[in-house]
């Protein structure tokens, strides 16, 4: 097991290293850098060129790009992302402001679609072969299949143009400040529900996938049909035997699932103007804040690869196999 997890934790690290290195190659290759893009939202004809020089030495933009990632890294390692170049404010401080926002978001979205999904797929695992379980499987394509911000859309002219009955943007009202406890948690929630929707319906759509291919696998063999012939019900044969049993491949969607999530929510909160991680990274690739790009990379790569590395570890504890060497090469 300890080799095992060795292996995974080196195989994260060259991955990180490479995410990182592709990125900062990238971002740096698109035409403008953010001094300019300043000047311009400034609405300024130019620049001194002495203010220009000290501008770029103080953010090491005047390095070639090796020395530049080579700078980032050596602060990026003691956790020192930098200052923001548009906001002129430490990176970590602003990622703080915005992370909570963002898991509140996630978080809602995940498990509405986990404890949604997952008895969706029971009841169409169980129903299979009939027209309903077809009807399903046509279901979930189609939901995994819509894009999210085409979605988004169709929610606003409904909810918000056409209905009125749900808040078009934000996270809060303008008059939030002066609501009570109770007012505020039900403006929080309203404002909560057309994001947290377009985050959810794809997920769902992906749970119940899981759930009902990995059961009706399950239901198949031997010892169902043995624990229907004991006079087991319909209820414990699918939550007692199948669904315990199916929960090897499932483990997969959480390394899955909160990369998703993460990625969605640049373009979720972009649209509803949700002030969480993703709009803020939407907004740094747009002036080309690159130490708000490069730290945003770093905690989006940590998370997704923490989240792959415990789906692994649950799946080595889940199944023998993966911790003796036979899952594992």
């Keep these: 097991m300890t080799t095992y997890l060795v292996r995974r934790l080196l195989y994260a690290l060259l991955t990180f290293l490479g995410i990182t290195v592709a990125t900062f190659t990238l971002i740096h290759s698109v035409p403008g850098d953010p001094i300019t893009v300043i000047i311009g939202r ?25 020395e530049q990632y080579l700078h980032w890294v050596r602060s990026a390692v003691t956790f020192d992302f ?7 404010r430490p ?11 963002t898991f509140q978001l996630n978080l809602i979205a995940f498990l509405l679609a986990a404890s ?16 309903t ?21 169709i929610l606003i002219q409904y ?6 009955v749900l808040p078009l943007f934000g996270m809060t009202s303008d008059a939030y400040v002066d609501m009570g406890t109770g007012g505020q948690l039900a403006d929080r929630v309203k404002h909560l529900v057309l994001p947290v929707l377009t985050l959810t319906y794809a997920q769902l759509a992906i749970f119940a996938r899981f759930s009902k291919s990995a059961l009706t696998e399950v239901i198949r063999q031997d010892f169902i049909t043995a624990a229907r012939a004991k006079g087991a019900g319909t209820v414990a044969v ?16 959480l390394g899955l699932t909160i990369p998703y999530l993460l990625s969605g929510s640049v373009i979720v909160e972009q649209i509803f ?4 991680i993703g709009l803020l990274y939407y907004n740094a690739i747009l002036a080309r804040d690159y130490p708000v790009i490069m730290a945003l990379t770093v905690v989006t790569a940590v998370v997704t690869l923490l989240a792959s590395l415990l789906a692994d570890i649950l799946y080595a504890f889940a199944d023998p196999r993966v911790r003796l060497g036979e899952g594992a090469q």
């Excluded at 930098?82 to 002129?88: A, D, F, L, Y």
């Excluded at 379980?133 to 859309?153: H, I, M, N, Q, T």
């Excluded at 699918?238 to 969607?253: D, E, G, K, V």
Aim: hydrophobic share 50%; proline share 7%.
């Design 42 to 66: 400034a609405g300024l004809s130019g620049i001194a060129p002495e203010t220009l020089a000290r501008i770029r030495a103080e953010f090491h933009l005047d390095k070639p790009l090796p």
């Design 82 to 88: 930098g200052t923001s170049i548009v906001e002129r």
């Design 91 to 101: 990176v970590r401080t602003i990622i703080f402001e915005k992370l909570p926002n």
């Design 116 to 131: 949604l999904g997952v008895p969706i797929g029971l009841w169409s695992a169980s129903r299979s072969g009939r027209l």
């Design 133 to 153: 379980e077809r009807a399903s499987a046509v279901g979930f394509f189609l939901l995994y299949s819509l894009p999210s911000f085409w979605v988004a859309l």
């Design 159 to 164: 909810f918000s143009v056409r209905w009125n």
């Design 238 to 253: 699918l939550w007692n035997h199948a669904f315990r049993n199916a929960l090897i491949p499932m483990i997969t969607l």
């Design 273 to 276: 103007q949700w002030d969480g």
